[in-house]
């Protein structure tokens, strides 16, 4: 049995009763009109309330920040309301969640945008070879080459900070445990951060410290909503997909951590890159970061109950998430500690859809009867 894992850990001023966090896992299952979490969405969040704590899949701060059809947002009324059924049932069931803020930058489309606008990024260029997930004109979803985004101005940039500010004012209000501001994954934080997408040569772009601007002035506007004892981020450095290339992807993970360290936010989530094609973390690197932050550091990168366990022994992780193990076994904390066998996840049913690979996976109980 994995028992460092399973083992209750304190993040920000939250207990948790073991370290198995789940991932954020975007499953595009809102209700529509309005991306709207609906009653699947409680179905499938209280079936995995065992976690330690759960990432919710990232959430849109506002219409622009949508990167892929019926995903849920965080900018309506309907929306906040839909969370906090989720939120009320995780809750009653012992469960502690965290919503992920999440603006998606260039990863959009025209068709997303509301007025077929162009999408917004750090510098007016394209992601080379990256999709996004949208209903065509005739009502069919397809995978599409992302659209030919526009730079903010200078003048925008403070209302994207304000839309951070008001998702973390809904979230709180919706009862949320946590925020996780969404600066990972070649979203328009990273985009901001990356030396290729951002090509600004403003307050926002050229040193490390502009680049890192806008994470910082997100984080700050979530901490002035909801303390920074629960607040976390996520980074992801060496990201490689979405056409994205930092050339000081380390410098600046360690200029965010100390920042963080120093703003005592609650935890730091590290999507470590070599999933998508991208360099495995040192162990050296791994180091620095634990010297930089002080906080809870949760890792994630296709983690078996064993090697999490040997992570959390070594020191340089407090807590695991686990992803597509939480989309296939809702109770995959019991499963960790009986050292019982996974389900299988169904790829096909990862987006879109209704219970048929979201909320239908048996329980060990279940297979047992």
Sequence with gaps: MPKHLLSPITVGNLTLPNRVVMAPLTRS?????????????????????????????????????QGYAWTPGIYTDAQEAGWKTVVDAVHAKGGHIALQLWHVGRISHPLLQENGAAPVAPSAITAANSQCFVV??????????????????LEEIPGIVAQ????????????????????????????????????????????????????????DAAIAE???????????????????????????????????????????HIAEPDWVGGPVLTEAFRKELRVAFKG?????????????DALIISGLADAVAFGRPFIANPDLVARFAAGAELNTPDRSTFYGGEEKGYTDYPTMEQVAA
């Design 29 to 65: 299952r809102a209700a529509q009109p309005g991306d709207v979490p609906r009653a699947l969405n409680v179905e499938y969040y209280t079936q995995r309330a065992s976690a330690g704590m759960i990432v919710t899949e990232a959430s849109q701060i506002s219409r622009q920040g």
């Design 164 to 219: 951070y500010r008001q998702a973390v004012v809904r979230a709180k209000r919706a009862g949320f445990d946590m925020v996780e501001v969404h600066a990972a994954n070649g979203y328009l934080l990273q985009q901001f951060m990356a030396t290729n997408s951002n090509q600004r040569t403003d307050a926002y772009g050229g040193s490390l410290e502009n680049r890192a601007r806008l994470t910082l002035e997100a984080v």
């Design 296 to 308: 809870t550091i949760i890792c994630c990168g296709g983690y078996t109950a064993a090697e999490a």
């Design 226 to 268: 909801i303390g920074a004892s629960r607040v976390g981020v996520r980074i992801s450095p060496h990201f490689s997909a979405f056409d994205i290339a930092d050339a000081e992807a380390e410098p600046m993970a360690l200029y965010l951590a100390k920042a963080f360290n120093e703003r005592g936010i609650a935890y730091l």
């Design 136 to 153: 065509q004109p005739d009502g069919t979803p397809a995978n599409i080459q992302t659209g030919e985004p526009r730079a903010l101005t």
